[in-house]
């Protein structure tokens, strides 16, 4: 397990306030008079310090993958601010937005689609270097990605051959010696292991380790999987239907989950030993993530809560302190 951040560093590198992303989905009504919207990300908060891990874990359809890319400011933003560094970043564009990218990084799900393959590996990982005004042409960019791919355990020679002579698990070298390229402040890793196999999956996360101790890097962990987001994370947000949940630190939420989706959904990892599989305590969840353009009042997760209760069902939860550094959205916890 990774060790603790020191206590030192206490200005957030990122710090989300309030974000709120809803997309245009159509009308409906009598001659189409009501505007309708999907409501993918509602009132987020949390913040990263510099060289920590936070972990944002949820079903598909959460809202994670809408919260990654909202940072990024790869999709618009309704409500709330973003604040990088420092800096606002909520409304920049143009150019400014440009060279803010260089600071963050996006590590994509799927290795297959997000490399080209009609580019050569070393074209892949100096793009970036290129489209920044960092080199001038490729080959300026050579001796510098070799390194990069040394440091994320590819052969030199790989530089010169094309994705599709990879595995998987060495595609997301790749990816993650393009996303090192610019020496970002924060990688945002979007589900970056749940394309690979099991022991691929396991090589990746150690090597995300690695670079973080060496580079200082800041992640934000999308993933579903709350095993691989344990071994790597020193904080884990939960999401359910575009709402945080519940905070906390790794080692809490896993031994005193205090929100009983997160309950759920670690009843739902298996152990492997079998005798303490049958013991636990599980707690199994029905029906489905409520339709995001319709979401039901009060709290979202009361159309599947074992302990619902009438409060519930019309007044929405805030995210309190529970003790501990915990902070979650349940009035009965």
Known sequence: MR????EADTEPLLRVEGLTVHFPVGRAGFWGRQKQVLHAVDGVTFDIKRGETLGLVGESGSGKSTTGRAILRKVPITAGSIVFKGQDITGV???ELRQLRRHMQLVFQDPYGSLNPRMRVLDIVSEPLIVHGLEPNTEACSERVLDLLEIV???KDAADRYPHSFSGGQRQRVVIARALALRPDLIIADEPVSALDVSIQAQIVNLLADLQDEF????????HDLSVVRHLSDRIAVMYSGKLVELSDRDAIYDRPTHPYTEALLSSVPIPDPVLQRE???VPLTGEIPNPISPPPGCRFHTRCPIVQDRCRSEEPPL????????AACWFR
């Open 3 to 6: 060790p603790s951040l020191p």
């Open 93 to 95: 564009k143009g150019e």
């Open 153 to 155: 355990g590819l052969p």
């Open 216 to 223: 200082g890097l800041t992640y934000l962990f999308i993933a």
């Open 280 to 282: 636990r305590r599980r």
């Open 320 to 327: 309190e302190d529970k003790g501990a550094g915990s902070v």
